[in-house]
Structures are given as structure tokens and as C-alpha cells.
């Protein structure tokens, strides 16, 4: 798995654009010959993906941070700028802190992307078998669910995504 992080607002499409070309460089001899450039498949309801058949993509983004994951399997990934929230409306996730809040939050909104449901699907229990990676970056707190895997992570100049745009 190669995990993209800028810290800044960038094109969502670019940043995918931008995403793949380098898991193709990086990890292409996995897959065999991947092409060059792709399209991104929106179909209503379901989430993006590429129409690359054995690639999978993730992003996330919260306040200035944007985090992307490409694999070879089904990915989900979400990211959220730590900061204060009233826990007491949030009756199914029981947390100490903000901290331990948002390290909940977003492994269940991993969880939601992974399996392609969505946000509506958040309060459901989460399999003891999922997978999740956690990430502390900066003032955000970033988690992975997808099959164990090694994972290389990246941070991104915001001005080599714009290289990707259309």
C-alpha cells in the first residue's frame, strides 16, 4: 500500500491523477503492465474507483490535510483534524477525549469506506476481523482499514499534484 498526505487543499482528481502514477512506478510490477493514465468512475452512491481492474483508491481529507492510499485490495481511509467535539451526541462511540474520539471516528469511517457502504453505515458494529492502521499527523489522527499489508507513506509538495490537473 503507498499512502499520499499534502498538507494543503488540493484537486481531488488531481491528487488521484497524481496518486496512481506513482503506485504505478512504485508498485506496477505488482500488477503486471498497468496503464499510463486512468479514469475515475463515479457511479452514484458507490465509491470512486479507477478503471484499472486490481487497483483500489481511498481519500480523505479534513480541514488543510488530505490523505490518499492506493492497493491492491479494498481500501477505506478517513482523516480528521483533532479538535473539540460534544461526545455526549455521539452515544455509540464511547471515548475519554477528543483524541480518543476522533482514533474512533475515523476507524469507523474507514471501516464504512472500506466496505463501500458509507457514512450511513456508521453506527454499525465493526467486525472483530477488520484490520485498521493508525496515523498521528500533526494535529489529525488518520486511520487505514484494509488487509494487512506494508505501507509506504509520502508527503506530498502541493505543487506537483497541480502538474495533474486537466
Not at 492510499?69 to 479538535?83: L, N, P, Y
Amino acid at each position: 500500500m503507498i499512502v499520499f498526505v499534502v498538507r494543503e487543499k488540493v484537486s481531488s482528481d488531481a491528487f488521484i491523477r497524481f496518486g496512481y502514477s506513482n503506485y504505478r512506478d512504485l508498485c506496477g510490477h505488482l500488477h503486471g503492465e498497468l496503464p499510463e493514465k486512468i479514469d475515475i468512475i463515479r457511479d452514484g452512491g458507490h465509491k470512486p474507483k479507477v478503471d484499472v481492474d486490481g487497483v483500489h483508491f481511498n481519500l480523505s481529507h479534513s480541514a488543510d490535510l488530505v490523505i490518499l492510499a492506493f492497493s491492491h485490495t479494498e481500501i477505506g481511509v478517513d482523516v480528521e483534524k483533532i479538535r473539540p467535539v460534544h461526545r455526549e451526541k455521539f452515544t455509540f462511540i464511547e471515548a475519554e477525549d477528543d483524541e480518543e474520539f476522533f482514533e474512533k471516528w475515523t476507524e469507523r469511517e474507514s471501516y464504512a469506506k472500506f466496505t463501500g457502504e458509507g457514512i450511513l453505515s456508521i453506527k454499525k458494529p465493526i467486525p472483530e476481523d477488520a484490520h485498521f492502521e493508525h496515523f498521528d499527523m500533526w494535529d489529525y489522527h488518520a486511520c487505514i482499514c484494509a488487509p494487512p499489508q506494508n505501507i509506504r507513506c509520502f508527503e506530498i509538495n502541493p505543487e506537483a499534484v497541480k502538474d495533474f490537473e486537466m
